[in-house]
């Protein structure tokens, strides 16, 4: 392999330290930083992701508040339960694991979260100031891509460099597009539509994918020498763990590379632990 692996376990661990040690100095100052994490159902994906949000918390020396609800909740108890928590000063971020059960609303919970909690960044208020480049959370994956590309390749300038972004969802492909923009990238976002995605790709110096297939991405797709991130989260034929880039053809010609797991994955929630802090301090401004 000749691409530099970006290795997100170490940088993640990194993050949470940094975290850690400016919380200490919080507490010195009598702040506490709280996140309340709120479950509905027994999805056992999303209790391995609360669990290890929880883990995230103890570590850096938050204080966590966890709401497990039955999957029957209605949707006015979870609306009420939120609102319950947008009034408490003692908490700063509020997270409610999606996907939510079928009967509720996802955007109408996501729309009551008061946008100074809204850890997430996926309520539209913290988006549109993202778009307007104003203060407001950033949604973690992207956020947490941004980290990897100047941790990890430290000596890489993103400024002027051409990006392809391949995806548009509103929790990845959009607001990386964004995040790229503010880093002074020219950035393209391919999609499904997108005629000719080789061609496109083969132009870029960053590429970013946000697929969900296996394999999108593959030797062809890659200019000698770009950085390839890869978002994707999928299973091969063997059912192990695998993102959306062919990784042994690829590390061959990228001149850096994320592996999965072990790249993006470990980033989303160090950067929801440092949307908490900055919740913290914003409230106790
Ligand atoms: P999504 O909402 O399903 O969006 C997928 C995007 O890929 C869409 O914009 C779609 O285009 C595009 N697409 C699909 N097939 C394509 C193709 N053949 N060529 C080009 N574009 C294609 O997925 P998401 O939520 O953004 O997640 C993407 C992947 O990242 C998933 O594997 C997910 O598990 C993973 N993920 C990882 C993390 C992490 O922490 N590491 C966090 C979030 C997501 P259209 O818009 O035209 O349909």
């Known amino acids: 392999m000749s691409a530099k692996l970006i290795d997100g376990k170490a940088i993640s661990a990194q993050i949470k330290d940094e975290l850690k ?37 103890e570590y850096i020396g938050y204080n966590s508040l966890s709401y497990e609800l039955p999957a029957d909740t209605s949707e006015d108890k979870l609306l009420e339960l939120v609102q319950e928590l947008n009034d408490r000063s003692d908490v700063d971020g509020i997270l409610v694991q ?47 891509v941004i980290q990897l590309l100047k941790r990890g390749v430290p000596d890489f ?29 020219t950035v393209t976002v391919a999609h499904s539509r997108t005629k000719d995605l080789e061609a496109v790709c083969k132009r870029a ?50 001149s850096a590379i994320t592996p999965v797991p072990g790249g993006v994955g470990p980033m989303t929630i160090a950067m929801l632990m440092n949307n908490c802090y900055e919740a913290a301090l ?3 401004r």
Not at 26 to 42: D, F, P, Y
Not at 124 to 134: F, K, M, Q, R
Not at 157 to 174: F, M, Q, T, Y
Request: net charge neutral; hydrophobic share 40%; glycine share 10%.
């Open 21 to 57: 040690e400016k919380t200490a100095a919080l507490k010195e100052k009598g702040i506490t930083v709280t996140l309340a994490v709120i479950l509905v159902g027994e999805d056992p994906a999303s209790q391995v992701y609360v669990r290890n949000k929880k883990k995230a918390c």
């Open 98 to 144: 999606m996907p939510l059960p079928k009967h509720i609303d996802e955007k109408k919970v996501i729309n009551a979260i008061d946008p100074s909690k809204d850890v997430d960044g996926f309520h539209p208020v913290n988006v549109g100031a993202l778009v307007i480049g104003e203060e407001g959370f950033v949604s973690c994956t992207p956020a947490g």
């Open 157 to 185: 300038d993103i400024s002027g460099k051409e990006c392809v972004i391949i995806g548009r969802s509103n929790i990845v492909g959009k607001p990386m597009s964004l995040l790229m923009l503010r880093e002074n990238a």
């Open 205 to 254: 110096d960053i590429i970013i994918a946000a697929v969900g297939k296996a394999k999108v991405i593959t030797a062809d797709h890659v200019k000698e020498g770009a950085v390839v991130i890869d978002v994707g989260i999928n299973r091969n034929v063997d059912g192990k763990l695998c993102g959306d880039v062919d990784f042994e053809a690829v590390s061959q010609i990228a």
């Open 282 to 284: 914003r409230h106790h």
